[in-house]
């Protein structure tokens, strides 16, 4: 009886629903937009990654369409076989020219990116020195490459260097990693100080800009371009999924770097490319940011006027810095609570407590998007005000 063998999954989930850890999954009904329906409720939706709009905006959804007309819904192979279309390489260039590097290659996602980069790269010899907050794909991508991990305390830049000291004379490839904006905390790494690391101690640098792509630097191009650091990083990883708008995760990296990830990149030569409407899509999210940098302007605009309301409210947003605004609550059961009682009351804001961060540290995180108007971001600070006094979550 397979009940009887996955009997201990029931008493899991049992164990979380009485710890008020249970999760439903929200269900949207309709487009990922700054008000929308989830589970028949309208909400201010403060949990997307759709930075700058782009998941729902017009010319990304006809280029997508025109890609489908031209070239189909999929693309029928993985990379290395037949599945690698003009399109693809075509989005590759772009993405290179746009990040200033010699080359890029696109996975399925950023956590493939992450994930079959790192164990493709690293290997049992080697060492891996990552700072403790890094995202689970980087993690996942540490323990495949069955490296030695060395893991930081967040953004600590001297303990970094201890490790690396502690390193001395160590014979196998080391590579320094870290989150450019950090995806529970919205703080940014300090990477003019890592860089300076990896180069001291000779240290492949790479860093996971998910949340900085379309968000930081000139026209969006992440946080090597915002700290002035071009040609510093050795590998840069992006995500295609966040304010790019659709799926997907790429590096940029040496033309060298890239072609022996076509060899070793197991996400890349086993399982299949996206269709060509993800790439179409992606190709004019990219030349929007060129084209219309007010956007970002505008995500820049929302994300000062709803910090500095949450600040003035009292609330604890700890060390956020971006678009990513977390609302420290500790306990987590009460995270969870908060956020159910916000989404009755009109706003989605995701309460996130252990494994996705520290016991203690569970939070309600609010991302604010371009494409809010200030009127919604009054109305979520007002909302915000009124269930977090009722939960005595402020005074
Ligand atoms: C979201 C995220 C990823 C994964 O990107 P997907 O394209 O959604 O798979 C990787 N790294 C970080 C830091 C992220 O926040």
Redesign the pocket.
Known sequence: MPQAQLQYLTDELNKLREQGLYQKLRVLEGEQLPVARFDGREVINLSS?NYLGLATHPKLKQRALDAIHKLGVGSGAVRTIAGTMSIHMELEDKIARFKHAEASVVF???????AGTVAAIIGHDDVIVSDEL?????IDGCRLSKAEIRRFPHKDVEACEKVLKGLAGYKGHKLLIT?????MDGDIAPLPDLVRLSEEYGCIMMI????ASGVLGRNGRGTVDHFGLHGKVDIQ?G????AIGS???YICSTRDTIEFLYHRGRPFLFSTSHPPSVAASCLAAFQLLEEEPQLIERLWTNTRFFKAGLIKLGFNTGASETPITPIMVGDAALAHEFSRELFQAGVFAQGIGYPTVPVGKARVRTIVTATHTTDQLSQALEVLERVAKALRILN
Do not use: R, Y
């Open positions: 990654n399925q996602s950023g956590f493939t990116a992450n890094n995202h689970a794909s980087i989150d450019g904006v950090f995806s996971d800009d998910a949340h990883v995500t295609l999924s966040k799926l997907g995760g």
